[in-house]
């Protein structure tokens, strides 16, 4: 069946060390999307892409790296210079096409760094 | 700074009663809104979703209703369960590039 996967659902990793969050979808959506969020806090976007090989920056890009090879795959990758990383992490995916719609959200990873 | 405001972090109802959340915008630009529900450790699920060119959009137990002029949009559930009880987001789009959530609005029925 159709939808997002996220892996792991969480994870554990020292300060310092890069970390990559998997995104996977089966949806055909052209658009995907990472988000953070925060206790207290709204869903912060930091990078989307809309089309394979193209992806924008979004409010809090800083600290994190993405890459579009394959229209299914969205990873995210958590650099060191990332000042506070551990946050819960969702990544999401929509059509674009005839129309924007809503977005499809994967299960999340939690993301601790100690 | 903060497009899509809900300025209620939280909300109890009794079971069987309406439940109003709200959301404030504030770029004219937006024109497609959705409310989203997400329980804790999960991603959020799509609940209901309109156009700028409506007013109000109904499905089942949950309408959205737009106010433009006053940039203001709400979800009512009625009548509340205790399985709503979730966190809700708010969201509005200008062109579907990008999404910008409220800080959501915990519900919790008493049933």
């Known amino acids: 069946d159709g939808g997002i996967t996220q892996s792991p659902k969480y994870l554990f990793r020292k300060e310092g060390q890069n970390v990559t969050l998997s995104c996977e979808q089966n949806l055909n959506h052209d658009a995907m999307y990472w988000y953070r969020q925060d206790p207290g806090q709204g869903l912060r976007l930091i990078y989307y892409s809309q089309i394979v090989n193209d992806f924008q920056k979004g409010d809090i890009a800083e600290g994190y790296s993405v890459s579009r090879e394959k229209k299914e795959s969205f990873p995210l990758t958590v650099t060191s210079a990332q000042k506070n990383p551990t946050a819960f992490y969702l990544c999401?995916?929509?059509?674009?096409?005839?129309?924007?719609?809503?977005?499809?959200f994967g299960p999340g990873t939690r993301l601790t760094v100690t | 700074d903060q497009q899509v405001k809900q300025n209620s972090p939280s909300l109890s109802v009794q079971e069987g009663r309406i439940s109003i959340l709200n959301c404030d915008y504030t770029n004219s630009m937006f024109d497609y809104f959705l409310w989203y529900k997400k329980y804790p450790a999960e991603g959020p699920t799509f609940l209901i979703s309109i156009s700028s060119i409506k007013d109000k959009n109904e499905d089942g137990r949950f309408t959205v209703f737009l106010n433009k002029s006053a940039k203001h949009l709400s979800l009512h559930i009625v009548p509340s369960q205790p399985g709503d009880s979730a966190v809700y987001f708010c969201?509005?789009?200008?062109?579907?590039?990008?999404?910008?959530f409220g800080t959501g609005t915990s519900l919790t029925v008493i049933p």
């Open positions: 999401a995916s929509s059509p674009l096409f005839p129309s924007p719609g809503e977005q499809y």
């Open positions: 969201a509005a789009s200008d062109t579907g590039n990008q999404f910008y």
